[in-house]
């Protein structure tokens, strides 16, 4: 129990302190990034505190990582300069006995971390987009034009040149009927459509038949109009992004994709990644125990180069298997898992061939 306290004592310091340095850099980088608009658009220095305050959050998700990963290298990589696991392992304690509490603690980090994203990330992320856009004057139009919705599984599909989101209004509808087994059964136009009592109530609108192998026309009557129920949000300009949205959002928004037949394998491999990510704070405190030790000397400056080396090299692994998965290359699950999988092996071949 002791020995279990002496970690802590060590890592939480070195923790925190690491915590609150990365997510600095990273709130200042965004500023940096940004501040150029904000004086061009003249934004009170109130505003930018209040958007730098909602993206404060999102620098915690991504420091996190890097600050277990500085905090459990320094402090074992002291301890190897300090010869202290030597009298340890002499002892007959393992390294991965010492260092369980170490890795306990970052699996209770990854669940901390992926209710801490799902519950307060997503919102203070999309409030951060909300302000900076307003301040910027970025707000995206939620209005569509050329507009193609496949919906029930092929059996409906829609098309309308223009959506109006204020009006709730679409303009030139035409939606083809087809059977289960994707034979024509007729085609609905209509000049206007207006979304009303959960339905689009048509405006000038006519339904054609095929009947005795001539193609028929006749007013369209209100027991057709309420079949037609795909609700407003399907014509809108695309705005959802996965990343920003809360867990039940994300499925509810690629079974939308899914039902109209656009494209998901990314907004899905983005769904898989908010699984996976969390997973990183233990992966990092894994892959420190093996990469810690290697230089007695220098220990800050070893521990910083190799916490930073490993983390881009994370990044830009996850980077690359997310686009391939976005390109079809990958199937999703494996463009947010692969990472993962990799740096889990990479751990325990370094801790194989750590020194003890």
């Not at 494209?263 to 233990?282: C, D, H, T």
């Amino acid at each position: 129990m002791k020995l279990v306290l002496y970690i802590y004592r060590m890592f939480f310091p070195l923790f925190l302190a690491a915590m609150v340095t990365f997510a600095f850099i990273l709130e200042m980088v965004d500023l940096m990034m940004n501040i150029w608009r904000y004086i061009y658009n003249s934004v009170p220095m109130n505003v930018v505190g209040t958007i730098m305050l909602n993206f404060l959050p999102k620098t915690f998700t991504w420091a996190m990582p890097l600050a277990v990963l500085f905090a459990s290298c320094f402090m074992l990589s002291t301890l190897y300069s300090n010869n202290e696991l030597t009298a340890l392992f002499a002892s007959g304690v393992s390294l991965i006995q010492f260092t369980a509490p170490l890795l306990a603690l970052s699996a209770i980090f990854s669940v901390a971390l992926f209710f801490f994203q799902d519950k307060v990330v997503v919102k203070s992320s999309l409030k951060y987009e909300q302000v900076k856009s307003a301040a910027l004057n970025q707000e995206k139009d939620l209005d569509n034009d050329n507009i193609v919705i496949i919906s029930e599984g092929g059996t409906k599909i829609y098309k309308a040149d223009y959506f109006d989101n204020d009006l709730q209004r679409l303009r030139n509808l035409c939606v083809v009927l087809r059977g289960e087994d994707k034979e024509l059964r007729s085609i609905i136009s209509a000049n206007y459509a207006s979304w009303n009592e959960g339905h689009w109530s048509t405006q000038n609108g006519w339904e054609y038949r095929y009947e005795n192998g001539e193609m028929k026309g006749l007013p369209l009557g209100r027991e057709v109009e309420l079949t037609l129920v795909e609700p407003p949000e399907t014509f809108r300009n695309n705005t959802v992004s996965v990343e920003s949205a809360t867990i039940e959002e994300s499925r509810a928004y690629i079974e939308h994709l899914q039902k109209t037949g656009l494209p998901f394998s990314e907004a899905l491999s983005q769904y898989y990644n908010k699984f996976s990510f969390p997973i990183v704070v233990f992966i990092v405190a894994f892959l420190s125990v093996g990469i810690s030790g290697k230089g007695r000397r220098n220990v800050f400056v070893i521990s910083l180069t190799l916490s930073l080396a490993a983390a881009v090299l994370f990044y830009v692994t996850q980077m690359v298997t997310m686009l391939m998965a976005k390109f079809g290359i990958l199937p999703p699950l494996f463009g947010a898992w692969l990472p993962v999988v990799l740096f889990i092996f990479l751990s325990v071949v370094l801790l194989k061939y750590s020194h003890t």
